[in-house]
């Protein structure tokens, strides 16, 4: 199948698509589209550049009197020029087609500090222990309990500032991921500080100029960042030589903490800057993993 021109549709496909993106959009100068009957073009392919840097350090006590504590923590900074979903998604548009380069940034994942903490105790009570070791009801009872803790935290994603711009305002007429203008001096934090309500400053951003692009980088700005600690308690209970039956309760997001998602990001929207939603955005009844409200579980396991 031919293709004005001169580039043939087959196992060039992706490369031709990704051509025809630009082809179809207006030129900056004449205003024209070189192909009329074609609007914007959507396209896939493997255009995307990135890097990764990371230190990661660990700390752990092994088991020793009962107890065990181990920690995490990672710096990293991912950078690219379009970062994406996974499997089959769209790539993404640059705000200028003929400069994928100017899109380079952290990407979308990028939370630069994680930190992750975890401990098991097992209490000091019961047969083989220091204390209530005696055979009997109050050692059975007080026996075989452990404790485990887990804490995980990590700064915000990045923030991708956006507009909504018509065709005949951007240069080259494509309307997808146009940025605004920064204001000069103005913080894009709020004056009174970050909240759910005004995440960011709508004085620090303005509308481009006609016929040109938006100064403001890509993922220019950080969401909230986040935490969550969970704790559990089991107990062992034998209940033959090679019989046991356990115990155990989980709390999830133990001080119930909200975690935020990212503010509306489309200074052209009426909420621009406020956090509408949580990390997890599933229903309360269908709600697991990480950024539910506290969650408690209870559960029984027979081994044998």
């Keep these: 199948m031919g293709y004005p021109g001169g580039r043939d549709i087959g196992s060039k496909g992706t490369h031709l698509l990704t051509l025809s993106a630009a082809n ?3 030129d900056p100068v004449t205003k024209v589209r070189p192909y009329p009957d074609f609007g914007q073009v959507s396209w896939r392919g493997n255009t995307g550049n990135s890097s990764y840097q990371a230190l990661a350090l660990s700390v752990k006590r092994s088991f020793s009197h009962g107890l065990l504590i181990s920690g995490n923590y990672l710096w990293s900074h991912e950078i690219d020029d379009g970062s994406n979903g996974s499997g089959d998604g769209d790539s993404l548009v640059p705000q200028n087609v003929a400069c994928q380069a100017c899109e380079r940034a952290s ?9 992750s903490a ?16 005696q055979p009997g009801i109050v050692s059975s009872i007080a026996g075989s309990w452990e404790l485990t803790s887990m804490l995980v935290a990590r700064t915000g994603f990045p923030v991708n500032i956006l507009i909504s711009r018509s065709s005949s305002a951007t240069p080259d007429g494509n309307t997808s991921n146009q940025r605004p203008d920064l204001v000069p001096g103005v913080s894009i934090i709020p004056p009174g500080g970050s909240t759910i309500g005004q ?11 006609q016929y040109a692009f938006g100064d403001t980088p890509r993922d220019y700005a950080r969401g909230p960042g986040a935490w969550q600690f969970d704790i559990g308690i089991g107990k062992h209970i034998p209940v033959t030589e090679r019989v046991e039956l356990e115990f155990r309760t ?18 052209s929207a009426t909420n621009f800057g406020t ?3 949580t990390v997890n955005t599933t229903t309360p009844v269908s709600a697991v993993g990480t950024g539910t409200p506290r969650e408690i579980q209870f559960s029984l396991r027979l081994a044998f």
């Design 250 to 267: 989980e709390f999830f997001n133990m001080f119930n903490h909200p975690q935020y998602g990212l503010p509306v990001a489309n200074i």
């Design 107 to 115: 990407g979308t994942w990028d939370a630069r500090h994680v930190f």
């Design 118 to 133: 975890n401990t098991v105790y097992q209490l000091p009570f019961g047969p083989g222990k220091p204390y209530l070791n």
């Design 199 to 209: 995440w960011f400053n709508p004085a620090a951003f303005v509308v481009p100029a």
């Design 275 to 277: 956090i509408n939603q």
């Design 24 to 26: 179809v959009l207006l």
